[in-house]
């Protein structure tokens, strides 16, 4: 399950989510690819008590092979791991940020 107080650890592979234990020490739940991101954003619908608890958009500029821009969105419920929810191509996407209006 995930919470609120939960962190994200980026390297060049991937981002290690990880949830603290006791205070004293991060416990790793997941790693999702972080090849060529180059922004992320953490968010959740507020205005829609039905949607996935958590989501996490990614910016690429780069798959690891060629010079492929896109957004992923990963999605993750309280019991379920962040999986990917949506991926769309972009004309060089360097950024991600959430909005929600009305």
Known sequence: AYSAQRAVVISTLNFDLLLPQMLTSLTKVQSIPAIGAVDIEAFVLVSDPSA????LAVARNSNGVSKMHSVDVYAATK????SIFQSFATNGALSVKYAEYG
Request: charged share 0%; aromatic share 24%; net charge neutral.
């Open 52 to 55: 996935a608890a958590h989501f």
């Open 79 to 82: 019991s379920l791991p962040f």
